[in-house]
């Protein structure tokens, strides 16, 4: 039921309001705060959610349209629990739950006892004991205040900074009006609480008509997030994504070098940037299965400065413990205002040659095992989350995904000949398995 991410699958057949009822219902052991995207399924899903704490006798609080980590702030004001209504970078006909506790993603125990209480009968309160429901306007205004006091607000108002946002989601509630508040010039695209103007995953084949903008040479840096502004991608001055890469390293060493804490978390996806700036400034990189509820749960048995992932997603010690896109909006601001133009900063990452290929598949699990069985590549073997094999001169990755019914290759090679001999031998072992 639960994937990388909370719980997450097609609306109207894997994803209905009978199951948010009764999730909901399972994870009733506090009050609880709920928040949904801007999907229009979201908002039955979200009066289901609603009635299932609700019938266990537990109080809700209504937060409407937010990103995921404002449901987190919420755990930590109302000391309760927390469910999000989306499915993050999927597309629209998708949504799900996310489940929150303590700002951050429930364990996966957790999620074990969830899934058995799911299965078994609903609790009801009586008649006299349902709870109550509550609406939460200031949520929004505390989220940006946590922001501000974790960045260089001053700095960052002298700039003037030209910012084109594109929020394409629930984010379109905090990113503009705080990027105006910390003294930036906003354009704001897809502005949209009633579904998506784009396809949700901010990537290079989505975000054209903001890279058309940027072209244009009016602004200094764009922010686009996905559906629950949990994801944050940056587009250049020239117009240009900034490899995903890159950017995780480039905030990896805006938080190092401000911090004696050098404890870094990110996962097996980490490529040989992420690796090396680390080292560079004397850091320790701890490495997790993918997924923020691993970086976040290391995170904090570490005691980590922070954590995150290739995909745009970063955990700070300091914030809540779920990737939350706002905050690093306003740290890259941070960044281009004490480094300059993020299109000069990108030069100093060595990047080399990645590939990054995806193959749908019936059983994911069962043909990422087969795979492991066949792979005869010398080198050290981390097994926990797929296979990774890391040889001298790169590294290669075949997980499942978590979110959808497909097999993941990822590579990093030093050459390009290197790197598409593996990718050739590789994919022909992964097709002939599924």
């Known amino acids: 039921m639960f994937g990388t991410s909370g719980i997450r699958g097609l609306y109207g057949t894997e994803i209905t309001e009978e199951l948010a009822m009764k999730i909901a219902n399972a994870f009733a052991d506090n009050d609880m705060a709920i928040g949904r995207d801007i999907r229009k399924t979201g908002v039955s899903l979200s009066k289901a959610a609603h009635a299932g704490a609700m019938a266990a006798g537990r109080d809700t609080i209504d937060l409407g349209i937010v990103p995921t980590p404002m449901v987190a702030l919420a755990t930590k004001k109302y000391s309760c629990n927390g469910i999000m209504i989306t499915a993050s970078h999927n597309p629209e006909e998708y949504n799900g739950l996310k489940l929150i506790s303590k700002t951050k993603e429930i364990d996966k125990q957790y999620e074990k006892e969830i899934v058995k209480r799911y299965n078994e009968d609903m609790k009801l309160c009586s008649w006299n004991e349902t709870g109550k429901t509550t609406v939460d306007n200031r949520i929004i205004y505390e989220h940006k ?10 700095r960052i108002a002298q700039k003037r900074l030209k910012v084109l946002v594109d929020c394409n989601g629930a984010g379109i509630v905090i990113t503009p009006p705080l990027l105006k508040e910390l003294g930036c010039d906003v354009v704001v695209l897809n502005y949209s609480v009633g579904g998506f103007n784009r396809p949700s995953e901010p990537n290079e084949k989505n975000l054209q008509e903001a890279i058309r903008h940027m072209r244009t040479g009016k ?24 490899p995903l890469d890159v950017q995780l390293a480039i905030m ?32 320790e990189i701890i490495i997790t299965p993918v997924g923020s509820t691993y970086v976040a749960d290391m995170l904090e048995e570490k005691n980590a400065l922070f954590g995150g ?19 690093a909006a306003a740290k890259f601001l941070e960044v281009y205002c004490e480094n300059g133009k993020l299109s000069e900063q990108r030069k100093k990452y060595k990047q080399y040659f990645i590939a990054r290929e995806k193959f749908k598949a019936k059983d994911k699990y069962e043909t990422v095992g087969k795979v492991k069985e066949s792979l005869d590549i010398d080198g050290k073997i981390r097994d926990d989350d797929g296979i990774r094999i890391d040889e001298e001169d790169g590294w290669m990755l075949v997980r499942a995904s978590g979110t959808e019914p497909i097999v993941r290759l990822t590579m990093e090679y030093k050459t390009k000949e290197k790197l598409e001999k593996r990718k050739k031998e590789i994919s022909e072992i992964i097709e002939k398995n599924i």
């Open 145 to 154: 205040e946590m922001v501000k006091s974790l960045v260089d607000w001053k």
């Open 219 to 242: 602004f200094d840096l764009c922010i686009a997030h996905d559906g629950d502004a949990d994801r944050t991608v940056v587009i250049d001055d020239r117009g240009e994504i900034l």
């Open 252 to 283: 990896i060493e805006h938080e190092m070098r401000k911090n004696k804490n050098k404890k870094i978390v990110s996962t097996v996806e980490a490529s040989l940037a992420v690796r090396e700036v680390v080292e560079q400034n004397n850091g």
């Open 309 to 327: 992932e290739p995909c745009g997603e970063y955990i700070y010690k300091d914030g809540v413990h779920v990737p939350d896109a706002i905050l």
